[in-house]
């Protein structure tokens, strides 16, 4: 299994960068949205870029909808209770 992080860094940075302080994003944190019809926005700290879990899904966002979106987040292809499940288990990694 393969990752092309460093790609996915940088296209995580500029998405950071494109944040604006009204978009409702602390600093550390980046937009996220995950659905599968109706897709919800999260908000996620950018630590969750370097766990393996998050990566995959970040490789399958880039295969399916690039990293170019007029949301100003990420569009993650998989079901919201899949998104919810996943990041409470790297939430409770970091505490």
Known sequence: ???????????????????????GVPK???AVY?????????VVPISFLNH?????LLNQAEEQFGFDHPMGGLTIPCK?????D??????ALQL
């Open 1 to 23: 299994m393969g990752f092309r992080l460093p790609s996915i860094m940088v296209n995580a940075k500029q998405i950071l960068k494109a944040q604006h302080p009204r978009s």
């Open 28 to 30: 550390g944190h980046i």
């Open 34 to 42: 995950a659905g599968e019809v109706q897709r919800k926005r999260f």
């Open 52 to 56: 393996p879990s998050f990566a995959d």
């Open 80 to 84: 919201e209770d899949t998104f919810i």
């Open 86 to 91: 996943l990041a409470a288990r790297l939430n």
